[in-house]
């Protein structure tokens, strides 16, 4: 299924996924630090922040991007990093173990490191397990032909609200069924849930299938991918305006006016597909910059070298800016403490400085 060689390292996807890291990075130290941070949007069918002013607005708006991306970008890292280890010869079993054992890393980071930076219970189901349980089930999911991942993730993506499971028990074990695989949920503590695995498998699954694509490909013809990469966000976004106009199916939280905290006031727990559609289109387009700009003179200097820095090293940047960011003076240890956004800006900068060091030592 998977049989061409691959050349090198596709720099637009650490481009991309750098750019991400740092927008990650500003929401995680937004949460920590600025007053006006807001979250949880379409948790329970709410929309905590629908009167906000822009500015608070959009500064948590631009870090929408950052899940969908990472879970699509890890599914086309899989994809490559399993052929890559089938060409040199590692057997099947030993490439679903290698899947495994890095599920059992991300748990233990999600118990030991993840819950206690938010605050939450050591279970807390954030991103970390819900990657950690994708990669499990893309463990066997992977022996599929490409075609058939790529139709059961578009039906989720597509189709998920309509995802019927009446069937199974809203009590015991039942209940923590829903939670985990559809609805997230913080109201029964110490399972907290954010990331429910159905949407976000699909999320996977698409990333996995261009990662098929881009293995056929050698290097001339990943570069001509710009403009159908493009022209691929241009559409979604497209669809976003058309679904958000709309304002019925793809829609958990209804637009309520013309404003633009209206119109982007979209759900993320769990991800609708007016969510999906802008945050993927954009992401399209920050992949296909990421091949126009690999072949100039400043790609891999200044801002742009520190971008593919974070880019290539994802988990240790997730797991140290978490550890960084939330780590307080004496006199900031007060639980409500916060700032402006002007200062918080300064802390992000500072700490994405530092990570860079650090990054670049780790690699």
């Not at 007053?35 to 709410?46: I, V």
Request: with cysteine; net charge positive; hydrophobic share 50%.
């Amino acid at each position: 299924m998977l049989s061409q060689p691959i050349q090198k390292r596709f720099g637009f996807i650490d481009f991309t996924r750098g750019i991400i890291m740092a927008l990650m990075a500003w929401d995680h130290v937004a949460g920590f630090w600025y007053e006006n941070h807001f979250g949880s949007e379409g948790l329970g069918g709410g929309f905590p922040y629908m009167g906000a002013d822009l500015v608070p607005f959009l500064a948590r708006f631009i870090t929408h991007f950052c899940a969908p991306t990472f879970f699509f970008l890890s599914g086309t890292s899989i994809a490559l990093s399993t052929v890559r280890r089938l060409q040199k010869g590692v057997s099947q079993r030993e490439v679903t173990l290698h899947l495994i054992k890095r599920a059992g890393i991300l748990v233990l980071f999600m118990v030991f490191i993840e819950g206690n930076a938010f605050d939450l219970s050591p279970l807390y189901f954030g991103v970390l397990g819900c990657f950690a349980a994708c990669f499990i089930i893309f463990s066997v999911l992977r022996r599929l032909p490409w075609q058939a991942i790529f139709t059961i993730s578009a039906a989720i993506v597509l189709f998920h609200p309509l995802l019927d499971l009446s069937f199974i028990p809203r009590t015991g074990t039942g209940l923590l069924l829903h939670l985990y695989i559809n609805e997230p949920s913080f109201n029964y503590y110490p399972f907290q849930v954010l990331y429910p695995i159905i949407p976000w498998l699909g999320v996977m699954g698409l990333g996995w299938c261009f990662g098929v694509l881009l293995n056929r490909l050698d290097g001339e013809r990943v570069r001509k991918l710009a403009l159908p990469i493009a022209l691929t966000g241009v559409a979604s976004i497209t669809a976003f305006i058309v679904i958000r106009w709309l304002n019925g199916y793809g829609n958990l939280v209804q637009r309520q006016g013309n404003t633009i905290q209206a119109w982007l006031a979209v759900s993320k727990y769990p991800p609708d597909l007016a969510f999906l559609t802008i945050t993927l289109g954009v992401m399209c387009l920050l992949l296909a910059l990421g091949i126009l700009i690999e072949d100039k003179s400043l790609y891999g200097k200044g801002v742009i070298g520190a971008i593919l820095v974070f880019g290539r090293t994802p988990l240790f940047f997730y797991v140290t800016h978490l550890v960084l960011y939330r780590a307080r003076p004496f006199f900031m240890m007060q639980p409500l403490f916060r700032t402006d956004l002007e200062t918080t800006i300064v802390f992000w900068l500072i700490g994405l400085a530092i990570l860079w060091k650090l990054c670049s030592r780790y690699e």
